[in-house]
């Protein structure tokens, strides 16, 4: 390898989830009515291998995505909570499900954007100092989708 002027490793990752959600958009839209996706999430993490010899561990983000898979993901914006239910009013929309089935994610909207943003920062809070970036895509369908890339600061900066 005397030749090799750097090394850059990287895992990549992916999994389906079926959710359902709905905007809130200032116009009329079918995306403001309570509808679902198979979503796709692609997850790429740089940097080194960690002591157990991994870049971020696969498991975390397989349990990561079980949390979504099924469920009505919402803003933290629209809900009040009421002994094991979530009360969800937005888009003239009064719903009422058990928290069980409800992601309230802290968000002002439920878009890919804001989705792909909601599992970056999970995937950062389990990702050790030896990460130096996570990139996060959210498909919606086979034509779109959103991504977004959290840089992270070196170690012992």
Same mark, same amino acid.
């Given at each position: 390898?005397?030749?090799?002027?750097?090394?850059?490793?990287?895992?990549?990752?992916?999994?389906?989830?079926?959710?359902?959600?709905?905007?809130?958009?200032?116009?009329?839209?079918?995306?403001?009515?309570?509808?679902?996706?198979?979503?796709?999430?692609?997850?790429?993490?740089?940097?080194?291998?960690?002591?157990?010899?991994?870049?971020?561990?696969?498991?975390?983000?397989?349990?990561?995505?079980?949390?979504?898979?099924?469920?009505?993901? #919402?803003? &933290?914006?629209? !809900? $009040?909570?009421? *002994?094991?239910?979530?009360?969800?009013?937005?888009?003239?929309?009064? %719903? +009422?499900?058990?928290?069980?089935?409800?992601?309230?994610?802290?968000?002002?909207?439920?878009?890919?954007?804001?989705?792909?943003?909601?599992?970056?920062?999970?995937?950062?809070?389990?990702?050790?100092?030896? #990460?130096? &970036?996570?990139? !996060? $895509?959210?498909? *919606?369908?086979?034509?779109?989708?959103?991504?977004?890339?959290?840089? %992270? +600061?070196?170690?012992?900066?």
């Amino acid at each position: 390898m005397k030749r090799v002027v750097s090394i850059k490793r990287r895992i990549y990752w992916t999994k389906e989830f079926d959710s359902s959600h709905f905007l809130e958009l200032e116009y009329e839209s079918k995306c403001r009515r309570l509808h679902g996706h198979t979503y796709r999430v692609e997850v790429e993490i740089e940097g080194e291998p960690n002591e157990h010899g991994m870049i971020f561990d696969f498991n975390h983000l397989s349990e990561l995505i079980k949390t979504l898979d099924h469920k009505v993901i #919402v803003s &933290e914006k629209w !809900v $009040r909570y009421e *002994e094991g239910y979530v009360l969800i009013e937005k888009n003239d929309k009064l %719903l +009422k499900l058990p928290r069980s089935e409800v992601v309230v994610i802290d968000k002002p909207n439920v878009t890919a954007e804001y989705i792909a943003e909601w599992i970056s920062e999970r995937i950062l809070e389990n990702a050790g100092e030896n #990460v130096r &970036e996570i990139r !996060v $895509r959210v498909w *919606e369908d086979p034509r779109s989708y959103a991504e977004i890339t959290l840089t %992270l +600061k070196p170690q012992g900066s």
